[in-house]
C-alpha cells in the first residue's frame, strides 16, 4: 500500500515537473519562467524523495529552488529584461528545436524500455488492489531491470542513507570534495571580477 | 513499484524540454535556466540508477555523491553564468542570444 | 709505422687546405708559406721513395664493405710503383714550383690569398690521390676532387664573370665525362671482379670483345673529360680565365694528364689485350682529332694563354693517340717532358702577363725579348722543347710517339706530323710577336723580369725542359715501368718531324716577318674567323645542345611550376579549402543557438550509436 501509493505520488510529481518545465520553455517572460523553474524543481525534488534520497532532494530544493531561483530572479529584475516577441515569428527555429528535442527523448525512452525487464513494474492502480503482489521484488533478472529493490529498513528517526552518504563523501571522495570547493572559491572570485564596473579608460 | 525505467524517461524528458528551450529561446536567462534543468535532470538518473546498482537495500552512494557535485558545480556556475550575462548586458544592452555574435566578423 | 709514411702524401696538403682555409683566411702569408711547405714536404718525401730512401707499400685500409658474395670492398690503399712515383715526382716537382711563383705572380693581386693557395693544396691532395689510388673507387675520388679544385681555381676571381662561367662550364662538362668514367668503374666491378689495379687484368681472355670494349671506352669518358679532348675540349680554353700559375699547374702539366695516366694505369694493369681493336681506334682517333683541330685553332688565337691552351690540348690528344696505339711508354714519355716544358711556357706567359699589367694580346705586345731576357730566354726553350727541336726534351718524347705511329698505323703518323708543322708555326707565329719587334702597346714598353720568386721556377724549369728528354734524366724519372731512352735513329720520322719544323718555321717567318706588323695577315677571312670562333663547337654547344636542353628544361619547369605546383597544388588547394571554407561557414554563423543546434545533433547521433547500434557498449 505504501509503496503503491508512492508510486502513484511519484507519477504525479513527474507530471508537474514536465508540465512546468514546459511552461519554462514557453513562457514570454523570463519571471514567469523563473517562477515555473521553482516549480519544476521542487517536484523533482519530490521525485527524489520518492526515490529514498532525501537528503539530495533537500539540497535540491535550497540549492536549486533557494538560491539559484533567487539569483535567476534576482538578474532579471536588475536588468529589466523585456518579453520576448511572440512565438509565431520564431516558429521555425521552434519546429526545429522541438524537432530535435523530441528526438532525442524519444531515444531516451526507448533506451531505457529496451532494458532488460524494464516494463515489468506493475500498474500502480493495479498495485493499489493488491500490494503483496507488487511490493515482492519480482522479475528482476537484471539490476537493471523490474522495479527499483526495496530500501533496507533502518531507524525511522534517522534521514535514511543520509549517514552513509555523508561517510562516502568525506573519507572516499574528500578530495574531491575539497578540490569542489576550490571550483566553488574560483566560482565566486571569478564573479566578483566579471561583476566589476570595467573602466572606460 | 516504480520500474527504474520511468524515472529514467522522466529523466530524459526533463532533459529534452531543457535542450528544446536552450534550442528555441533567445533570451540568455531564460537559456541558462533550461540548462540548469537539465542539470537536475540527470540528477534523477543518477539517484535513480544509484537506487538500482543497490544490493540489500543499500544503494550505491557513489551516484548520490556526484550528483551531490553535480549541484554544486551547477551553483558555481549560476554565479560565474550570472556575472557574464551581467556584462555581457552592460556591454550590449540586451540579454539576447543573437546579439553576440562578433566571433564571427 | 714507417710503412704507413705514404699516408702523409695525401695528408699533407689536405690538412694544410684545411688549415689555410680555416685559421689562415685573414694571414694570407701564413697560408701561403704553409702551401708552399706542404709541397716542399711532398717533394721531398717523393725524392725520399725515389732514391730509395724509404721504401715499403703502405697498409690497405677498408673502407666500405659490400655485402654482396663476389663483389669487391671498397678499400683505400696507396699503389707504390714506378709509374705512380715517378709521376708524384712531375706532380710535386710543378706543384712546389708553381707555389713558388705563385708568390710573385699573386703580389699586388686584391684577391684572397687564403683561398688560393688552399685551392692549390687541396688540388696537390687530390692529384696525389689520383695518382697513388691502388684502386678505381679512389681514383674515382681523386678524380671529382681534382674538378672541384680546378672549379675552385678557374674560378678564383670569381668576380669576373667569364671566370666564374669558365668554372662551371669546366666543372659540368667534366660531369659529362665523369658520367661515362662511373659508368666504366661499375662495368670493371662487373666484369672484373675487382676495382684494384694489381689484381685487375686476370682472366681477360675469358670476357667478351663487345663487353671490354664498351668498359675501355667508358673509362675512356673520363679520359676525355678530363684531359679535354673532342668533343669535351671546349673547358679547357676557358679555364684560363683563371690565375696563370693555376693554369700550369693544372691545365697544362698534371690534371689534364690525369686522363692519359689513368689510360696508361689501365693499359698496364688490365694488359693491353684489354684494350681491343675498336676501343683502341676509337681512342686514337680521338686523340688525333683533338691534335689537328687544336693545333688549328691555337694558329689563330690572339691571347697568349689561349695559344698554349690550345696547344696543350693538341699536345694531349698526341698523348692520348699513343695511348690508343699502345703505346703507353711514348704517352707517359711525352706526358713527362710536355708536363715541364708545358708548365714552363705557361709560367713564362703568365710572367710576361703581369709584367704587362695584365695585358694577354699578344698584339698588344711585341719587343719583349729585349726587356726581359731571363723570361724570354726560358719561354724559348719552352718553345724548342715543344716544337722538337733536337737535343730538347720534347723532341724525343715526340719522336717515340711518332715512331709508334708509324709502326703500328702509318695514318697516324703523318697525322702526328701535319700536328707538328702546325705546332712549330704557330709557337714560332707567338715568339715571333712576343717578343720581337717593338711594344705595341703602352703596358709592354715598360716590362721587365719578375723578382726571384719568378726567375728561379722558370729557371728550373727551362733547365728540366732542356734535359729531360735524355736518357740519364729520363731512364730514373719517367713515369713508366721500366722506362728506356732509344736515343734517335736516322729514319723517315726523324726525316719527316725535321721537315715539319722547317716548314712550319719558314711558313711563320715568311708570314710574320720579324714582327713588325701590328696585325695578323691571315686574319679577315673566313678561315681565319672560323678558326677563331674554335670551328663554331662552343657555338653549337652553346645554341644547339645546351640551348636546346634549357628550352626544354625551362618548359618542363614551367609547366610543372604553372600548371602542377601552382594550378594543381598552391591555387587548386586554395580554391578547394576556399570552397569548402564557404561551404563550411554556415555551420560557424556567430549564433548561439546554431552552435547548440548541431550540439544537439551530434548529442543524438552519440546516443544513437551507443544505445543502439552497439548495443554490447
Not at chain 3, 317 to 324: C, P
Amino acid at each position: 500500500m505504501e509503496a503503491a501509493i508512492s508510486s502513484i505520488l511519484f507519477y504525479l510529481f513527474a507530471a508537474i515537473a514536465v508540465l512546468s518545465a514546459f511552461g519554462v520553455v514557453a513562457s514570454r517572460n523570463p519571471v514567469t519562467s523563473a517562477m515555473c523553474m521553482a516549480v519544476s524543481f521542487a517536484s523533482t525534488a519530490a521525485v527524489l524523495f520518492c526515490m529514498g534520497a532525501q537528503f539530495l532532494g533537500i539540497v535540491q530544493i535550497i540549492v536549486y529552488a533557494g538560491a539559484i531561483l533567487v539569483l535567476f530572479l534576482f538578474v532579471v529584475m536588475m536588468l529589466d529584461v523585456k518579453s520576448e516577441e511572440s512565438t509565431l515569428s520564431r516558429l521555425p527555429r521552434a519546429i526545429v528545436g522541438v524537432v530535435i528535442a523530441g528526438i532525442f527523448a524519444g531515444m531516451v525512452t526507448k533506451a531505457a524500455l529496451l532494458l532488460p525487464g524494464a516494463t515489468e513494474g506493475k500498474c500502480p492502480v493495479a498495485a493499489l488492489c493488491c500490494d503483496e503482489a507488487c511490493t515482492t521484488d519480482t522479475g528482476a533478472t537484471d539490476k537493471f531491470g523490474g522495479p527499483l529493490p526495496a530500501l533496507k529498513e533502518t531507524d525511522t528517526k534517522e534521514i535514511s542513507g543520509t549517514k552513509a552518504l555523508g561517510e562516502t563523501l568525506f573519507t572516499q571522495y574528500n578530495i574531491a570534495f575539497v578540490i569542489l570547493s576550490f571550483a566553488l572559491l574560483a566560482g565566486t572570485v571569478g564573479a566578483v571580477a566579471l561583476g566589476r564596473k570595467i573602466r572606460k579608460d | 513499484m516504480t520500474p527504474l525505467a520511468h524515472y529514467l524517461i522522466l529523466s530524459g524528458i526533463l532533459f529534452s524540454i531543457g535542450l528544446a528551450g536552450v534550442l528555441i529561446r533567445k533570451n540568455i536567462i531564460v537559456v541558462f535556466m533550461c540548462l540548469e534543468m537539465m542539470l537536475s535532470a540527470a540528477n534523477i538518473s543518477l539517484v535513480a540508477f544509484s537506487r538500482a546498482q543497490g544490493t540489500e537495500g543499500v544503494p550505491v552512494y557513489d551516484a548520490q555523491v556526484l550528483a551531490l557535485f553535480v549541484v554544486a558545480i551547477a551553483a558555481a556556475e549560476v554565479a560565474i553564468g550570472l556575472a557574464l550575462i551581467v556584462a555581457m548586458f552592460r556591454a550590449r544592452k540586451s540579454v539576447e542570444s543573437t546579439a553576440i555574435t562578433s566571433l564571427k566578423d | 709505422m714507417i710503412q704507413n709514411l705514404p699516408w702523409l702524401f695525401l695528408l699533407l696538403p689536405l690538412a694544410v687546405a684545411a688549415i689555410d682555409w680555416l685559421f689562415f683566411k685573414k694571414c694570407a702569408c701564413c697560408a701561403a708559406a704553409l702551401s708552399i711547405l706542404s709541397a716542399l714536404g711532398t717533394f721531398g718525401l717523393c725524392i725520399a721513395y725515389l732514391t730509395g730512401l724509404c721504401t715499403g707499400t703502405p697498409d690497405v685500409y677498408t673502407w666500405m664493405p659490400i655485402a654482396t658474395e663476389g663483389m669487391p670492398s671498397l678499400s683505400l690503399g696507396l699503389l707504390m710503383d714506378p709509374l705512380a712515383m715517378r709521376m708524384m715526382l712531375v706532380v710535386t716537382g710543378i706543384g712546389l714550383l708553381v707555389h713558388i711563383f705563385s708568390l710573385g705572380y699573386m703580389k699586388g693581386d686584391t684577391s684572397n690569398h687564403s683561398r688560393y693557395f688552399a685551392g692549390l693544396s687541396i688540388f696537390m691532395f687530390s692529384m696525389t690521390m689520383i695518382v697513388l689510388a691502388d684502386n678505381l673507387a679512389m681514383t674515382f675520388i681523386g678524380w671529382e676532387m681534382v674538378g672541384f679544385s680546378s672549379y675552385l681555381l678557374i674560378g678564383h676571381w670569381f668576380n669576373k664573370e667569364s671566370a666564374a662561367d669558365a668554372a662551371k662550364k669546366a666543372f659540368i662538362t667534366n660531369r659529362v665525362g665523369d658520367f661515362g668514367f662511373l659508368i666504366g668503374i661499375l662495368l670493371t666491378m662487373g666484369v672484373f671482379g675487382t676495382l684494384s689495379f694489381s689484381e685487375m687484368g686476370t682472366g681477360t681472355e675469358a670476357i667478351p670483345t663487345a663487353v671490354l670494349t664498351a668498359t675501355v671506352l667508358c673509362l675512356f669518358c673520363g679520359a676525355i673529360g678530363k684531359s679535354a679532348q673532342f668533343p669535351l675540349h671546349v673547358w679547357l680554353p676557358d679555364a684560363m680565365e683563371g690565375p696563370t700559375p693555376v693554369s700550369a699547374l693544372i691545365h697544362a702539366a698534371t690534371m689534364v694528364a690525369a686522363g692519359v695516366y689513368m689510360m696508361v694505369r689501365l693499359q698496364v694493369s688490365m694488359g693491353e689485350g684489354a684494350f681491343t681493336e675498336t676501343a683502341c681506334l676509337v681512342i686514337a682517333g680521338v686523340g688525333a682529332i683533338t691534335a689537328v683541330l687544336a693545333a688549328l685553332m691555337a694558329v689563330q688565337q690572339d691571347d697568349i694563354k689561349r695559344v698554349l691552351a690550345y696547344s696543350t690540348l693538341s699536345q694531349l690528344g698526341y698523348m692520348i693517340m699513343a695511348v690508343g696505339l699502345l703505346a703507353g711508354e711514348a704517352a707517359m714519355f711525352h706526358l713527362y717532358t710536355h708536363a715541364w716544358f708545358k708548365a714552363l711556357l705557361f709560367l713564362g706567359a703568365g710572367a710576361i702577363i703581369v709584367r704587362c699589367h695584365h695585358e694577354q694580346d699578344i698584339w698588344k705586345m711585341g719587343g719583349l725579348g729585349n726587356r726581359m731576357p731571363i723570361t724570354t730566354v726560358c719561354f724559348l726553350m719552352g718553345t724548342f722543347a715543344l716544337i722538337a727541336i733536337p737535343g730538347f726534351s720534347g723532341f724525343f718524347s715526340k719522336e717515340l710517339i711518332l715512331d709508334a705511329a708509324l709502326e703500328k698505323c702509318p695514318f697516324f703518323f703523318w697525322v702526328g706530323a701535319g700536328v707538328a708543322a702546325l705546332t712549330t708555326f704557330y709557337m714560332a707565329r707567338l715568339c715571333i710577336i712576343t717578343f720581337c719587334g717593338s711594344a705595341r702597346a703602352h703596358g709592354a714598353e715598360h716590362a721587365k723580369d719578375g723578382g726571384f720568386t719568378m726567375s728561379m721556377p722558370l729557371l728550373l724549369l727551362a733547365v728540366m725542359a732542356v734535359i729531360s728528354g735524355f736518357g740519364f734524366v729520363a731512364d730514373y724519372l719517367v713515369p713508366f715501368e721500366g722506362f728506356h731512352a732509344h736515343g734517335f735513329e736516322l729514319g723517315l720520322p726523324f726525316y719527316v718531324s725535321m721537315g715539319a719544323l722547317v716548314v712550319g718555321l719558314l711558313l711563320a717567318f715568311v708570314i710574320y716577318g720579324c714582327g713588325k706588323r701590328s696585325k695578323d695577315p691571315l686574319s679577315g677571312n673566313f678561315i681565319s674567323k672560323s678558326l677563331r670562333e674554335r670551328l663554331y663547337i662552343d657555338k653549337f654547344y652553346d645554341k644547339g645542345i645546351i640551348g636546346i636542353l634549357q628550352e626544354c628544361g625551362a618548359r618542363t619547369i614551367e609547366f610543372a611550376d604553372s600548371a602542377i605546383i601552382r594550378g594543381l597544388f598552391a591555387q587548386g588547394a586554395a580554391w578547394f579549402t576556399g570552397k569548402i571554407g564557404m561551404l563550411l561557414s554556415w555551420i560557424q554563423g556567430g549564433s548561439l543557438r546554431a552552435y547548440s543546434l548541431i550540439i544537439g545533433i551530434g548529442v543524438i547521433f552519440v546516443i544513437f550509436l551507443l544505445a543502439y547500434t552497439f548495443p554490447s557498449l
